[in-house]
C-alpha cells in the first residue's frame, strides 16, 4: 500500500465516520461540526485525487461559507422549538430515513454494477476559466435560482420555528 491509498483510507475513514455522525447526533451544534470534519475530509480526498480546485471550493465554499450559515440558524432556532414541530407533524420524521435507505440502495446497486457516474465539470469544462464560464455564463440562471432557494429554505425555517410575540422571553417596552 502506498502513502496515497493510505491517505485515502483514512481520509474516507473518517469522512464516513463524521458523516453518520452528523447524522445520528441529537445536538445540532456538534452534528454541524461532525459536518465540517466531513466536508474537510472531502476536500483531503479531493486533493489526493488531484482536483486542487475543488478541494479549495468544498473548504471555502461548503466547510467555511455554508456551515457557518448552518450554524447561525441552528443558534437562531430553539431546539426545543424544532422538537415541537416534528411532534406535531410525525412524518416528517419518517421521510428523512427513508429517502436516506433509498439512496443508499440506489448508490449500493451502481458500485455492486461498477456503472458509476463519471464527475464531469459543466458543459465539460476543464480549467478553471472554463468552469467559470460555465457557471457564471451559460448556466447563470439555474445558479442564482439554487441560491434564492437556499435563501428561501432559510427564511421558511426561522419563520417556522419562531415565537410568536406573546411567547418571547424579555419584556415588552
Known amino acids: 500500500m502506498t502513502a ?11 469522512c464516513a465516520v463524521a458523516a453518520v455522525n452528523a ?9 454541524a461540526v461532525s459536518l465540517v ?5 472531502l476536500a483531503v480526498i479531493y486533493l489526493g485525487l488531484g ?7 468544498q473548504v471555502g465554499i461548503y466547510a467555511g461559507a455554508i456551515v457557518v450559515l448552518f450554524t447561525v440558524a441552528i443558534m437562531i432556532l430553539s431546539q426545543t422549538r ?4 416534528l411532534a406535531r407533524a410525525p412524518r416528517l420524521g419518517v421521510v428523512g430515513p427513508v429517502v436516506a435507505a433509498l439512496l443508499f440502495l440506489i448508490l449500493s446497486a451502481a458500485i455492486v454494477r461498477g456503472r458509476l457516474p463519471v464527475a464531469v465539470a459543466p458543459g465539460g469544462a476543464t480549467t478553471v476559466e472554463a468552469i467559470a464560464d460555465a457557471l ?17 429554505a432559510l427564511v421558511a425555517a426561522v419563520v417556522l420555528t419562531r415565537k410568536r410575540s406573546t411567547e418571547r422571553e424579555w419584556p415588552r417596552r
Do not use: W
Open 82 to 85: 424544532a422538537v415541537e414541530i
Open 23 to 31: 447524522v445520528f447526533r441529537k445536538d445540532t451544534l456538534a452534528a
Open 136 to 152: 457564471f455564463v451559460r448556466f447563470l440562471f439555474p445558479f442564482e435560482v439554487t441560491s434564492v432557494l437556499l435563501l428561501a
Open 51 to 57: 482536483y486542487e480546485f475543488l478541494a479549495a471550493v
Open 37 to 41: 470534519v466531513t466536508l474537510l475530509s
Open 4 to 14: 496515497e491509498q493510505g491517505i485515502f483510507g483514512v481520509a474516507g475513514a473518517i
